[in-house]
């Protein structure tokens, strides 16, 4: 039996709040999974200097906030943020942008990268890496401890961001590579992944996947064309190359993430697919209130550091659509889609130590009336079982500012577990998370509305940011496909009998192949029963 | 009233907004998703409260956009009345040196002008 859990993160004395608490962020503790910690853009309830983050001690039942981030504001807390345990250590790094107006003469737009070794402590993070001159973008980190060999218990941390004031020669997508970060003095290096020429920059998501044998893949858009004006919201990207790098050992030697050469012009970086086309929007336009700029996720198996997967997203005639492939051979080559999800934004990628792969994301209902958050999973990429984990009004609240949910959501997984962070519409009616929900903050179910701190006043919605685990059950998609199945089959047989089915004129011919369908249907039947009790032989007690 | 915004301001007038238009009309690269994407607005004065205009109109720019960087900042329109406590703010985007509004505060209504003015004379007293 599956087992899925839904919490709202806002805390119960802050149930006053209708903040846009936007664009979230997770980790886990691996040390420790009871220890998780996450971001979104909201603001210190007491206005102190520091921006809060979410922490919880109890596997996520419980949040709270811990201003403990240098520089915060009042209105979000920090701009973009995102944080990771390090493996073994229980020390929490974080990556943000701020704006700094301290110089007098004009806002500057730092990127700061802290550490905090008590999470739940009240010490404030301390700075380890400041980008104070150049102007940076979407800082993503990710982090690590080595586990063997002669830097056994080294912190490394891997921070992905777009460095603009690379241009020219626009060579952007950039990444911060600390390979001790505990130490006293940590030691940042930049290395500039984009080895082609661009159009000016690259896109602002560089995503970063580790694996504890020292593999470390990279991704990023290489822009190579645009049309239109950011400033009007008519920007374009017509021409982009998803391009992934790779470092064997780390990102420390001499000519670090250069091990992926494309084949097709033995440049550094394989483009894993060429001539993507998405808008690049300053405010929501394409996808209802929530504006879509591109979509990159990279996971890579935790037991396998070939087998990697990523996720992407551009503009199809359809609308904006997600895809996902895998590569088992350490990014050479590449699968067809495995998933085409139209509409949907916000994907991001986990494994579980089982191989179960797990895609979430956040799709705009035909008709924009809800945003509804999936997670896909799949023990082998060909049988998928989907949770529906919330389904929730799209026009309210109003937007307060951009982006409306975040430009990113994320999965992250640890052992046999998912856990992930999205954020939507805080309306607790029940009917909006088919799984359940528990929020923390004042609230009637009944009702369906929020309540305020003195448990009557009603607040009105507003986005707040939702933590989920997920213990996948590996034969749980095998299951759907049989139940699929079955109902198919009783389905015709059904419409057949009654006359239903096949549509006029009916002939000998017409029902004879009907039947033979059926009969075919029927033939899979046992094949994927046969799957499913191996399946179960494998994994007799669902977890 | 915001007295630190007062004390700090190079400009205060009392004017209305007559034009407002991009102040970065062509493709501008690179572009980060927080690109304050400024505008110019022209407003008309019609008192003067703090420091000298040399006209009888003075530029602004503000970040137009609704990014979450800078929502919270004072947007201008075409039309619109108001006090406007201006600093000289170095623009790097631009290249330029021009007049800002960037807190909630430096845009007040017009009848706020008597408290204005006691935020001015306290700060000179004191």
């Known amino acids: ?543 | 009233m915001p007295q630190g915004r007062i004390a700090g301001a190079d400009l205060i007038v009392v004017g209305t907004v007559s034009i407002v238009t991009m102040a970065a009309p062509s493709p501008r690269v690179p572009i980060t998703l927080h690109d304050p994407v400024w505008n110019r607005a022209m407003i008309e004065i019609e008192g003067v409260e703090k420091g000298t205009p040399t006209g009888t109109r003075v530029e602004a720019l503000f970040p137009s956009s609704t990014d979450v960087m800078w929502y919270r900042v004072p947007k201008f329109h075409e039309g619109q009345q108001g006090i406007w406590i201006l600093r000289r703010t170095v623009i790097e985007e631009l290249g330029v040196t021009g007049y800002t509004a960037l807190d909630p505060e430096d845009v007040q209504p017009k009848d706020r002008l008597a408290a204005v003015r006691e935020a001015l004379a306290a700060g000179e007293g004191s």
């Open chain 1, 1 to 543: 039996m599956q087992q899925v859990t839904v919490v709202n993160m806002v805390q119960n004395d802050q149930s006053d709040e209708a903040h846009q608490d936007s664009e979230p962020n997770l980790t886990v503790n691996l040390a420790n999974p009871r220890e998780l910690a996450g971001t979104a853009f909201t603001p210190d309830p007491a206005s102190g200097p520091d921006a809060p983050i979410y922490v919880s001690a109890d596997g996520g039942n419980t949040w709270s906030l811990n201003p403990i981030v240098p520089y915060g504001n009042n209105i979000t807390g920090t701009y973009d943020i995102t944080l990771r345990f390090a493996s073994t250590t229980n020390n929490l790094y974080l990556a943000y942008l701020r704006v700094d107006y301290s110089s007098g003469f004009g806002p500057t737009y730092p990127l700061d990268v802290v550490r905090t070794s008590n999470y739940l402590g009240p010490a404030q993070a301390v700075i380890l890496e400041e980008i104070g001159d150049r102007d940076v973008d979407q800082p993503f980190i990710q982090a690590a401890t080595v586990p063997a060999g002669p830097d056994a218990g080294k912190d490394r941390i891997y921070v992905g961001y777009n460095d603009l004031s690379a241009w020219p020669p626009g060579r952007s997508a950039s990444l911060d590579v600390c390979l001790d970060v505990a130490a006293a003095s940590p030691v940042f290096t930049t290395v500039r992944l984009e080895h082609r020429d661009t159009s000016g920059q690259d896109g602002p998501q560089v995503r970063t996947a580790i694996h504890p044998d020292g593999t470390v893949y990279a991704a990023y858009y290489g822009w190579r064309a645009t049309t239109g004006l950011f400033g009007n919201n008519t920007l374009v990207v017509t021409d982009a190359d998803l391009v992934l790098v790779r470092d064997d050992d780390w990102g420390q030697g001499p000519n670090p993430f250069t091990a992926l050469v494309d084949g097709g012009d033995g440049v550094v970086g394989q483009r894993v697919v060429g001539g993507i086309s998405f808008p690049f929007e300053l405010t929501g336009n394409t996808l209802g209130q929530q504006r879509v700029d591109g979509d990159i996720s990279i996971a890579v198996d935790p037991g396998n550091s070939s087998t990697v997967y990523l996720a992407w997203a551009d503009i199809q005639p359809v609308g904006y659509t997600l895809h996902l492939r895998r590569s088992t051979d350490r990014g050479v080559t590449w699968s067809p889609d495995l998933l085409t999800i139209e509409n949907a934004t916000n994907s991001s990628l986990a494994v579980t130590s089982q191989g179960i792969i797990g895609l979430l994301y956040q799709q705009l209902e035909p008709g924009g009336g809800r945003w509804n958050t999936h997670l896909m999973q799949s023990p082998d990429e060909v049988a998928w079982h989907d949770d529906l984990l919330a389904t929730t009004p799209a026009d309210i609240p109003v937007r307060q500012f951009d982006p409306y949910l975040g430009d990113y959501a994320y999965l992250t997984a640890a052992d046999r577990t998912f856990y992930g962070v999205f954020c939507a519409n805080n309306t607790p009616d029940p009917a909006n998370f088919p799984n359940g929900v528990v929020y923390q903050r004042n609230h009637d179910f009944t009702a369906r509305t929020l309540l305020g701190t003195d448990g009557s006043t009603r607040i009105a919605p507003s986005i707040d940011p939702f933590f989920f685990t997920v213990v996948p059950d590996p034969c749980r998609a095998l299951e759907d496909q049989v139940a699929a199945l079955e109902d198919e089959i009783s389905t015709l047989i059904d419409a057949l009998a009654s006359g239903e089915i096949p549509p006029p004129p009916k002939t000998a011919a017409s029902i004879a192949a009907v039947r033979a369908y059926i009969r075919k249907l029927e033939r899979e039947l046992p094949h994927l029963n046969q799957r499913l009790q191996q399946c179960r032989s494998v994994h007799p007690d669902p977890p």
